[in-house]
């Protein structure tokens, strides 16, 4: 019932990010010349005079991050809000940039969806603020992700290189070894279900994010963006080695039917019905507080390779905080994203269970150290931070991501549900994509 | 069945089967008195033929809406543990009722406390706003002769054929140019228009309020605003009842409206702020908290619930009135 309506709801709201996503493209002039850029930028003064700064993140470490800015600056008031979870919120944010009103001070934004608010010019660039100084303070990925030239479009705030979870009962069980390549790990699908039918290796109805990551893992570099200047194509090795082995997976039915992020899906982690996932570092987290009663059944490894031997790695998930161009009071913004994403303030949030971006915290002896008692022990954050140096590099997502996202169930993900290959709904996804990159003004080839 | 027709046959004078069939106590009669006792029990409509397709349809139905209530119910009883390792239509092994519905009130600076306080705010104000409206709108339209009454009439019929959902983005994008979004206004001013209201009010003041008695009451000097409240307005209290019912259920239960309008959680109605948990299972480091959100959810039907038993004498008569000629 409750997927029904969140269904019918999403369906509505992606109309009106299509709006509004034209509606910003014609009004992007107008908060261009708005801002103005007013001479220097003094922080320190900003910071002295005091003010509010609306912060929209659903990133729940943030809370301490703002009660510590608050008790080192007291005149300044940081006002967190909720503003809805990934797209619901950038539909929210491009509806009060394309209105004039409403836009906070500071906005977490994927890295997947920056692409469309900096080519609309919606956020500050950050380099007049002095954010060019943490080019070496963050890990190689997420900070690609969060520059363009010479500009930064805002600073990483977390980051999710991948790894493999998997729930080591279930794989001692059926004595099953831990896959190092993906064939294995197809072969270890086809033993685990066999042995107990209910039992699938993982679960996946279609998700764009993760797609992506695996393609991205697999060398595949579908999206290039130059500008407005824009290249999709799914033809290349690394995407074709990934679909021709998740095709195997789905061609088997062994990949249980159910969406992740579900109350379904947290089931199947509990007891086991679904045995691994290939995910971003974030989630230790979300395993411990959503899925307790699995405690001590799960442990880390590093993500399965394509070519034996090999140690590639991608990111999944991850966001960063970014200053819109319709902020009020864009100094005390920067100051904010600032403390919150380097420094003593990324620490006091890795602290609290948030996956860093910074090569600082990433390298730290503390953070290595940490021994996960959810993992029976296990240090797993030397398996994540390895990930972190691994990841494939030049990878690029596309301006227009957030609806590309939004498009690909109903393209790849046909393959989910009839007798369409994946490649072909990889294929019809690259043209909905470049139709509607061509339509929003985008020079687009194929 | 068989057996109770056995007995009939044997004993003709006994007669469960009502003043009838004790009229007619001729034993050879009596043989056939049980078969023949059900074609001359006449069907009225009052007393329908008893339908066995219809009866197993209308128990399907009452079980497909009283599913979802049962299990609301069972698994507000569980923990998050609980909810996962257990099977979803029966209890957990231990409960933690009182401790959910505690825990809910408190979770994040008891936050569904505020939510619930925002929630009754807008149906206080919003429905019983539209109520107000739509009572003195609908006596006008239904009791005075004005020009442009059909032009209202035929705005009204249009409007109720528009979906809310259509107008959401154009109010939005009006109430962020008057800069009343992220306020309790943008929910509170959209909800006092009520079309529907309007008609339903409009065509029981014409049928409950007797013009007679109106000019009655003028004739006696009584002055118009009086004739409203002293005469007009106790007829018209079944119609009343009812839109505010239907618009407390709409503005109880609206979702849209507020989740375009309001980006500060402080200002949540309780149907976002039970989704903005939901949300947070379905992000990195988020906490899944689908305990809370099941006793969050049988917390925010108990008010509705109430609300309708208590209203609904008043809602059936008032949906009925004008529908037969007296």
Partial sequence: MRTHTTRRLLGALSVLATLTLT????????????????????????????????????????????????????????????????DKQYTALQNAIAAGSGAPDVAQVEYYALGQFTIAKSVEDLSPYGAQRYGTSFTSGPWNAVTEDKAIYALPMDSGPMAFFYNKKVFDKHHIKVPTTWDEYV????????????????????????????????????????????????????????AATWQKLLDEKLVAPVSSWSDAWYKGLADGSIATLSIGAWMPANLTSGVASASGDWRVAPLPQWTKGDKVSAENGGSSLAVPKAAKNKELAYAFTEFATTGAGASARVAQGSFP????????????????????????????????????????????QVYANSIFNDTVGKAYVSSTKLTDGLKAWQDASVKYGKDQGFTVNK | ??????????????????????????????????????????????????????????????????????????????????????????????????????????????????????TLLYVAAGAGG????????????????????????????????????ALAVPTFLMFSNMGLTNTPWAVIIPSLVSPFGLYLMWVFAAEAVPTELLEAARIDGSGEVRTFFTIALPLLVPGTVTVLLFSMVATWNNYFLPLIMIKDPDWYPLTLGLNAWNAQAQTAGGEAVFDLIITGSLLTIVPIVAVFLLLQRYWQSGLAAGSVKE
């Fill in chain 2, 130 to 165: 539209a109520t107000v409206l739509a009572v003195l709108g609908g006596y006008a339209l239904a009791k005075y002769d004005f020009p442009g009454r059909k032009a209202v009439f035929a705005v009204v019929i249009g409007a109720v054929a528009v979906p809310g959902t």
């Fill in chain 1, 23 to 86: 509606a910003t493209a014609c009004g992007s002039d107008a908060s261009d010349t708005g801002a103005g850029d007013s001479g220097p930028k003094d922080i320190n003064a900003a910071l002295e005079k005091g003010g509010k700064v609306t912060v929209w993140a659903w990133e729940p470490t943030l809370k301490k991050a703002a009660e510590d800015f608050e008790k080192k600056y007291p005149k300044v008031d940081i006002e967190l809000v909720n503003a809805g979870t990934g």
């Fill in chain 1, 187 to 242: 072969e270890a699908a086809r033993t685990l279900h066999k042995a107990d039918p209910k039992i699938f290796i993982t679960n996946d109805t279609g998700d764009a994010g993760a797609t992506t990551s695996f393609i991205w893992q697999a060398g595949g570099r579908p999206y290039q963006t130059d500008g407005t200047n824009v290249t999709i194509n799914f033809g290349d090795e690394g995407t074709q080695k990934y």
């Fill in chain 2, 1 to 118: 069945m068989t057996t109770s027709m056995t007995t009939a046959s044997t004993e003709p004078t006994p007669s469960p089967t009502g003043p009838r069939a004790a009229g007619t106590t001729t034993p050879p009669r009596a043989r056939t008195a049980a078969p023949t006792r059900r074609k001359r029990r006449p069907h009225t409509p009052l007393n329908p033929r008893p339908s066995i397709p219809l009866t197993l349809v209308t128990g399907l139905v009452l079980l497909y809406t009283l599913l979802p209530l049962a299990w609301l119910l069972i698994n507000a009883t569980k923990d998050q543990k609980g909810l996962l390792d257990s099977f979803g239509l029966w209890f957990a092994d231990d409960t933690h009722f009182w401790d959910n519905i505690s825990r809910t009130l408190t979770y994040d600076d008891g936050v569904f406390v505020r939510w619930l306080l925002n």
């Fill in chain 1, 357 to 400: 971006a910074t090569r600082a915290d990433l390298e730290s002896k503390a953070f290595l150290d940490t021994k996960f008692p959810y993992f029976g022990g296990q240090q797993a954050n030397q398996i994540f931070a390895e990930s972190a140096r691994n990841v494939g590099a030049d990878w690029s997502y596309l301006p227009f």
